[in-house]
């Protein structure tokens, strides 16, 4: 009988499930992400066949060590939920849900039903991003506080029904919000429910110091998305791309010391997306659209940062074939691993 069988007659007898408890936070936990080119893939590999569900991905990370999984719960169904929570008593693993917030009081019915499925799942954190890169979104700085009008109230949306279910959201600084920003906007709804996902690189793009970012965030944070980047100039302005974790520009143990002081068991998850870097063209009039008030301080003080940290080259995934990618994606997260184990003591 193989495990999914097993499960399957397990859940026909099964008593109401207990209370799923929380991994060792000490080991690493990975975001789904991380497996871009893996998850649903549509190819054929017998090496390194596509991941069909979460159950295939907990089955693949359990044996790399990793304790803890990070992805979207936006599809699973009940019984689906009853499987990851018994694979997770199974394995000694943890478990952590990605949510589309509610931006309107009509969606607010899909927000509360996808997250009491994710309970059933044990799940009891969450992680949320309200937007993407903003200086490729907006032209105008109205659009985007039309945006950040939406984003505070689908954060007001979601906090009593969190509230309700018992769990608790981080939102991202996803290359959306500055700083000040989503500071504001989690001081403004004071709820133990809605807190920070603190992703330790991605502030970086908004010209912010990615330490000074961590500090700031780490009183609110529920979870983390841990990456590492490395940095090169370009003529308009810098490149910045996820590298395994000590080989980039990032003082990550310093970072896991402030988090986890300020929040004790906080649990991490690697975020190492296998990607062609990305360009933060902050020498762009374009750029500054969003944020005209921006300190030209802020802009002089990355830059030098960026000299000083520069990286002889950055990663080149072009003319890869997919099973070329699908192997490096794989050396990039087992290098992560690797090196954790120095990183999480």
Same mark, same amino acid.
């Given at each position: 009988?193989?495990?999914?069988?097993?499960?399957?007659?397990?859940?026909?007898?099964?008593?109401?499930?207990?209370?799923?408890?929380?991994?060792?936070?000490?080991?690493?936990?990975?975001?789904?992400?991380?497996?871009?080119?893996?998850? #649903?893939?549509?190819?054929?590999?017998?090496?390194?066949?596509? /991941?069909?569900?979460?159950?295939?991905?907990?089955?693949?990370?359990? @044996?790399?060590?990793?304790?803890?999984?990070?992805?979207?719960?936006?599809?699973?169904?009940?019984?689906?939920?009853?499987?990851?929570?018994?694979?997770?008593?199974?394995?000694?693993?943890?478990?952590? @849900?990605?949510?589309?917030?509610?931006?309107?009081?009509?969606?607010?019915?899909?927000? =509360?039903?996808?997250?009491? $499925?994710?309970?059933?799942?044990?799940?009891?954190?969450?992680?949320?991003?309200? @937007?993407?890169?903003?200086?490729?979104? /907006?032209?105008?700085?109205?659009?985007?506080?039309?945006?950040?009008?939406?984003?505070?109230?689908?954060?007001?949306?979601?906090?009593?029904?969190? #509230?309700?279910?018992?769990?608790?959201?981080?939102? =991202?600084?996803?290359?959306?919000?500055?700083?000040? =920003?989503?500071?504001?906007?989690?001081?403004?709804?004071?709820?133990?429910?809605?807190?920070?996902?603190?992703?330790?690189?991605?502030?970086?793009?908004?010209?912010?110091?990615?330490?000074?970012?961590?500090?700031?965030?780490?009183?609110?944070?529920?979870?983390?998305?841990?990456?590492?980047?490395?940095?090169?100039?370009?003529?308009?302005?810098?490149?910045?791309?996820?590298?395994?974790?000590?080989?980039?520009?990032?003082?990550?143990?310093?970072?896991?010391?402030?988090?986890?002081?300020?929040?004790?068991?906080?649990?991490?998850?690697?975020?190492?997306? $296998?990607?062609?870097?990305? %360009?933060?063209?902050?020498?762009?009039?374009?750029?500054?659209?969003?944020?005209? %008030?921006?300190? @030209?301080?802020?802009?002089?003080? $990355?830059?030098?940062?960026?000299?000083?940290?520069?990286?002889?080259?950055?990663?080149?995934?072009?003319?890869?074939?997919?099973?070329?990618?699908?192997?490096?994606?794989?050396?990039?997260?087992?290098?992560?691993?690797?090196?954790? $184990?120095?990183?999480?003591?």
């Amino acid at each position: 009988m193989n495990r999914r069988c097993l499960f399957s007659a397990m859940l026909a007898t099964a008593l109401p499930l207990p209370a799923a408890e929380r991994t060792d936070a000490g080991r690493l936990g990975l975001v789904l992400a991380s497996y871009t080119h893996r998850w #649903r893939g549509k190819y054929s590999s017998f090496k390194i066949p596509p /991941f069909k569900d979460a159950l295939d991905v907990m089955d693949h990370i359990r @044996g790399l060590g990793f304790g803890s999984l990070q992805m979207p719960v936006n599809d699973w169904t009940l019984d689906l939920a009853r499987q990851i929570r018994r694979t997770c008593e199974s394995y000694g693993m943890g478990i952590e @849900g990605s949510i589309r917030l509610p931006m309107t009081e009509a969606d607010a019915g899909r927000f =509360e039903r996808e997250l009491r $499925t994710a309970r059933e799942a044990g799940v009891t954190v969450l992680r949320s991003a309200l @937007g993407g890169r903003r200086y490729e979104l /907006f032209t105008r700085r109205a659009d985007f506080e039309a945006w950040k009008t939406g984003a505070l109230k689908a954060m007001a949306l979601a906090e009593p029904v969190a #509230r309700k279910v018992q769990v608790k959201i981080g939102i =991202e600084n996803h290359k959306d919000w500055e700083l000040s =920003e989503l500071l504001d906007a989690l001081k403004g709804l004071s709820s133990e429910s809605i807190g920070a996902c603190v992703d330790t690189g991605n502030s970086l793009a908004l010209l912010e110091d990615p330490l000074a970012v961590v500090e700031a965030l780490a009183p609110y944070a529920v979870t983390v998305h841990l990456k590492d980047v490395a940095v090169r100039a370009y003529e308009d302005g810098f490149r910045m791309s996820e590298v395994p974790l000590g080989t980039g520009s990032l003082d990550l143990p310093k970072m896991i010391q402030i988090l986890r002081k300020a929040v004790p068991g906080i649990q991490m998850h690697l975020e190492m997306i $296998t990607r062609e870097p990305l %360009d933060i063209p902050c020498l762009r009039e374009t750029y500054w659209a969003s944020f005209p %008030d921006k300190p @030209g301080l802020d802009l002089a003080r $990355t830059l030098a940062w960026v000299q000083a940290h520069e990286a002889e080259k950055l990663p080149d995934l072009r003319g890869l074939s997919k099973l070329a990618l699908l192997n490096l994606e794989e050396e990039n997260i087992l290098a992560c691993q690797s090196r954790a $184990t120095e990183l999480m003591r």
